[in-house]
């Protein structure tokens, strides 16, 4: 690659794509942040049906998905799990505890910190996790190999711009 003019910006997180100058803007429909934005978007909505009859929000039910899976934790194991700071998460606890799905208390071994734990409710609604993965898998239209690829180049794409 040449030099530089002075108005070109360098390239994003070392790539070898070409710098635009400083009056270029990509359009939208050239901005992965859009693009992943979209899919969010689109993917959050296409649980929202699901998750409404069972009284629950997105949110909520990653919040039991954690759960499910490891019984009971703490606080801020919550929030590193699902990548959320303590005043969006506090308040989601808040409201899943009064609606019976969860109970809070403090760690008898630590008291500065709070151990969240799934109520018989909470836990009920297991049974009905697996069709939503799956009913979700066939939303999405992949098959198992694209599925996998997706979550993977997911992953590796979260890992490597960081939190």
């Known amino acids: 690659m040449g030099a ?21 803007t990509p359009a939208l429909s050239e901005q992965l942040c859009f693009d992943l934005y979209a899919a969010s ?3 959050t909505a296409a649980y929202r049906p699901v998750l409404t009859d069972l009284g629950l ?3 909520q ?22 990548r959320l700071d ?25 008291e500065r910190f709070v151990v969240v734990t799934l109520t018989e409710r909470g836990d009920a609604l297991r049974q009905h ?7 979700m898998k066939d939303a999405l239209g992949l098959d198992e190999a ?3 690829a997706l979550q993977t180049t997911l992953r590796l794409l979260t890992a490597r711009v960081g939190d």
């Open 146 to 148: 694209e599925f996998a």
């Open 129 to 135: 996790a697996s069709r939503i993965h799956c009913d």
């Open 41 to 43: 978007r689109a993917v």
């Open 4 to 24: 530089m003019a002075e108005t070109d910006t360098p390239a994003p997180w070392g790539t070898d794509t070409p710098a635009l100058s400083g009056t270029d």
């Open 86 to 110: 303590h005043g969006t998460l506090t308040p989601l606890l808040r409201r899943m505890e009064v609606g019976g799905l969860i109970a809070r208390r403090r760690d008898n071994a630590d």
């Open 61 to 82: 039910y990653l919040v039991l998905i954690v759960l499910w899976d490891e019984g009971s934790c703490t606080v801020r194991h919550l929030a590193d799990e699902l």
């Open 57 to 59: 929000t997105y949110p």
